[in-house]
């Protein structure tokens, strides 16, 4: 089964999907493959794989990732071969922007997906983004801002919709979705 977590930049995908497997033996996190700079806490191979630019465009002109998108200038996607080797063995927990999750519902057939898009206001949002670890630049933060609204427009792909105003209690809703959803599998 594929867990996918959604939602604007700053919505706490990251944070969710850490205490998620964490928390519950059975589910774990893919990399995605991205062509932009490693950050201080990244791990090569377990939080992306990094490719450069032409590596990237050469993943996809060989067809070996299942979507790809574009955000802030740098490539980000889901290797084909990754995917496939994971869901034989348990559940896959993996935050995809509204782009993906919209093709891989149409590509997956032999995979469960759970889609859940995580909401949160644009006032906190821009309050999150202001706070980050890795400081984002005012003009980056006002791109991301920008994109709010077309996220949101896309939140009817979705199965579950959450408003993540309280890590915990987001979690625990999550943790519970998991379990249902694995059992009717």
Do not use: C, W
Request: charged share 35%; glycine share 4%; hydrophobic share 35%.
């Amino acid at each position: 089964m594929l867990v996918i977590l959604s939602g604007v930049a700053g919505a706490g995908k990251d944070t969710i999907k850490k205490e998620i497997i964490k928390r519950m033996d059975n589910v774990k996190s893919i990399p995605s493959f991205t062509s932009r700079p490693q950050r201080e806490g990244d791990i090569p191979g377990k939080t992306y794989i990094f490719l450069t630019k032409e590596e990237f465009e050469e993943k996809i002109k060989n067809n070996e990732v299942y979507e790809y998108d574009i955000h802030h200038n740098h490539y980000y996607g889901t290797s084909r071969k990754i995917l496939n080797d994971a869901a034989k063995s348990g559940i896959i927990i993996k935050d995809i922007d509204v782009n993906g999750t919209e093709i891989l519902k149409k590509v997956l057939k032999n995979i469960k997906i759970v889609t859940i898009f995580l909401r949160v206001s644009k006032e906190e949002l821009r309050r999150r983004l202001e706070n980050r670890e890795d400081k984002p630049s005012e003009q980056e933060i006002i791109l991301r801002l920008n994109r709010f609204d077309y996220e949101e427009s896309k939140i009817d792909l979705y199965d579950y919709v959450i408003k993540n105003d309280n890590l915990e209690k987001t979690v625990s809703i999550i943790e519970q979705i998991i379990k249902k959803e694995s059992e009717l599998e």
